[in-house]
């Protein structure tokens, strides 16, 4: 180790075949290898492949090789840098601005073990509402009542299912936060209300920057002046940067009064039905001049005082924690006020732990391919840092999408943990139905895939809030033994069973495929693999090749145009024969009662057997459903892949099926 005024280092080896991952929010591709790596929030709009500072700051990775894996957590808010042997080969280096050298030292072997202990120290995400898992519309902006009622209905006509949409900035009266715009959005409470008779939730954008108003009464700026919320400089002076609504001054989210006033700011929102918060801009970003003018990137000066009187630091410290704060603010604000129904909150700054209040989304990706290609190593680091409700902006946000790429981006999207299109003001639209008959066949093909497998999904988002596993997995995630995986970029696993190898490129209509050792289905035909082996396979622009591996038992629920739609009063469960054990979480989706025992486990578990009279059989075994959860009554069909189906009323108790 070394220090000197200001900085202090480490040095660690880098042994033989060994790959690093994580890191928190990065562009590029998997494997960090020779890369230097810094944490430090920015606003990272027009990122490219090369780009360093990102929206999230999360000072941890892990290490693997054959057999043995640790994890490192940095446990320093100050900037701070890994630099993974680009200084030196053969050598690891972390350093910081802190004055402490701070760090934990995770033993694996395997990354599940080090996500496991990593999330321990710095929490889980709790269980999102089940229709945060469906499908979410975005735009900047939709940006009138009649506008959102119409794509609403859009939706509903074309039978494409959908649970959110999202509200950009200019629902807002003048970006004044806490506001709605009277000439655009007049009653919003009956707007939402009506809308959520046909199964819609809105999400609305909030900033942290807060318009001076020095004239009208507004009390987001009022109260937070009278109480001395905002960020003042080291000379005592309020601090402005320019924003949205122009000169602005921002809340200190590091003091808990703050936070708790400005959650309850939230409870207009709330009573007009909103049911989940975006956080955007919370770096924080901010120019020195109005938006418009070319200005510059500011933050607050690195002395300005930041927390509380009695642990009161600098904005050096408090920086990489801003985004954070302010998503914690709302996720605390949203349980208080809603405190009957869990919330959605995203954010798009944030730093180690993040995931205990918020979703997070990587800002401003663009409409080319090669940021498609880009979204799933990007999502997998995430994951492998402990935030596993991830997503990108599907058809990418600057620029407009050609048809075929968002074909495409639709067939990724269905894998991200947060399934969210977007786009920027002023470029094309990039709804499911604007790229003409046959993309808005594949995309509904897609999304109506999504909500088949929402019985799955939710079961591994209470993965990810119980073990901090994530929930869109690189291959090493479970063939850490398996060097063939370490840089294998272009192929996920969505949970243990489901493997995809998407199309990323224009034109392409074969796909090279790795499959890791043991036997895989082909999810579309059925047709069995031996791995370990490369394949090619046939992806034609309604195909986005995916694979299971043996032993898989998937839950299937009915299509839903929205998640609530009707219980689900049917299930499927697809067995793919060969040894294996997978078991369903469920609860009510919606409420905090899971947290007093109102959940339902059931534990599935196939095998083959050798019978002397019928050959070669596969076995079925469910054991009694588990918990105080009771699910509607329910038929339950077992396919198990090659041999055929059978039903039963499902009562919860055990049973053992042959096929
Ligand atoms: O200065 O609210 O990343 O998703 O649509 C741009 C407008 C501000 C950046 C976000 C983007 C959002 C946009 N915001």
């Given at each position: 180790m070394g220090w000197r005024q200001g900085a202090i280092a480490n040095w660690k080896k880098i042994e033989a075949d060994e790959h690093f991952y994580g890191f928190g929010e990065r562009t590029g591709l998997l494997d960090k290898l020779s890369d230097r790596l810094t944490n430090w929030t920015t606003d990272?709009?027009?990122?490219?492949?090369?780009?360093?500072?990102?929206y999230q700051a999360i000072p941890f990775f892990m290490a693997l090789r054959p057999e043995l894996g640790y994890g490192i957590f940095f446990n320093t808010t100050f900037w701070s840098q890994f630099d993974i042997g680009a200084e030196q080969t053969g050598v690891w280096k972390m350093q910081s601005q802190d004055k402490n050298l701070d760090y934990y030292i995770i033993y694996g072997p395997e990354p599940a073990q080090i996500l496991q202990t990593y999330t321990q120290l710095t929490g889980r995400m709790p269980m999102?509402?089940?229709?945060?898992?469906g499908y979410h519309q975005c735009r900047w902006s939709y940006a009138s009542e009649e506008e959102v009622r119409q794509l609403a209905q859009e939706f509903r006509q074309r039978q494409i299912p959908c649970d959110v949409i999202h509200l950009d900035i200019d629902y807002m009266r003048g970006f004044r936060?806490?506001?709605?715009?009277p000439q655009r959005f007049p009653d919003p409470k009956t707007m939402v209300k009506d809308l959520s008779q046909n199964g819609f939730k809105f999400v609305t954008i909030i900033d942290p920057g807060v318009k001076e108003e020095t004239?009208?009464?507004?009390l987001p700026f009022d109260e937070g002046l009278e109480h001395d919320y905002f960020v003042r400089t080291a000379e005592g002076k309020v601090f402005h940067g320019y924003v949205w609504p122009g000169r602005a001054v921002f809340p200190d989210f590091l003091r808990e009064e703050v936070r708790e006033w400005w959650g309850n700011q939230h409870q207009d929102l709330v009573d007009a039905g909103i049911a989940g918060i975006w956080n955007d801009m919370n770096e924080p970003a901010m120019n020195d001049r109005p938006f418009g003018d070319p200005g510059k990137k500011i933050w607050f000066p690195l002395d300005a005082p930041q927390g509380p009187v009695d642990e009161q630091t600098t904005h050096a410290e408090a920086h990489n924690l801003y985004g954070q704060m302010m998503a914690r603010a709302c996720a605390e604000g949203l349980e208080r006020l809603r405190p009957t129904a869990r919330s959605f909150v995203l954010t798009r700054s944030g730093y180690a732990g993040v995931q205990r209040w918020s979703a997070v989304w990587t800002g401003d990706n663009q409409s080319l391919w090669e940021y498609l290609e880009m979204s799933l190593p990007a999502l997998c680091n995430l994951g492998l840092s402990g935030v596993a409700f991830v997503g990108e902006d599907i058809g990418g946000f600057a620029g407009n999408a050609t048809a075929e790429l968002f074909a495409r981006w639709m067939q990724v999207g269905m894998l991200y943990p947060m399934m969210r299109a977007h786009s920027m003001i002023a470029s094309a639209r990039h709804e499911p139905w604007v790229f003409g008959d046959r993309v808005e066949k594949i995309c509904r093909e897609y999304i109506e895939l999504r909500y088949r497998l929402l019985p799955y999904l939710y079961t591994l988002f209470w993965e990810a809030a119980t073990t901090g596993a994530p929930i869109l997995r690189p291959l090493l995630y479970h063939?850490?033994?398996?060097?063939?995986?370490?840089?294998?970029?272009d192929q996920v696993l969505l949970g243990p069973s489901l493997m995809a190898a998407p199309v990323y490129r224009p034109g392409v209509e074969e796909r090279l495929v790795y499959l890791p050792e043991g036997v895989w289905y082909d999810?579309?035909?059925?047709e069995m693999h031996q791995g370990a082996s490369h394949i090619v396979t046939h992806a034609p622009l309604e195909k986005m090749p995916l694979f299971v591996r043996a032993g898989a038992i998937i839950p299937l629920a009915p299509v839903m145009q929205y998640t609530d739609e009707r219980p689900m009063d049917e299930l499927r469960l697809r067995v793919y024969p060969g040894e294996g054990e997978w078991t369903l979480y469920e609860d009510d989706g919606r409420s905090f009662e899971y947290r007093i025992g109102a959940w339902a486990t059931t534990t599935y578990r196939v095998h083959s057997s050798d019978s002397e009279t019928d050959g070669s059989q596969t076995v079925v075994e469910i054991a009694a459903r588990q918990g105080e959860w009771q699910p509607q009554p329910r038929q339950v069909t077992v396919e198990v892949i090659g041999k055929g189906e059978q039903q039963f009323e499902d009562d919860g108790s055990d049973r053992r099926l042959t096929f």
């Open positions: 990272a709009l027009d990122y490219t492949s090369l780009t360093d500072e990102m999102p509402p089940r229709w945060a898992l936060v806490f506001t709605w715009s004239e009208a009464d507004y063939f850490p033994n398996d060097p063939k995986t370490y840089n294998l970029y999810w579309w035909s059925g």
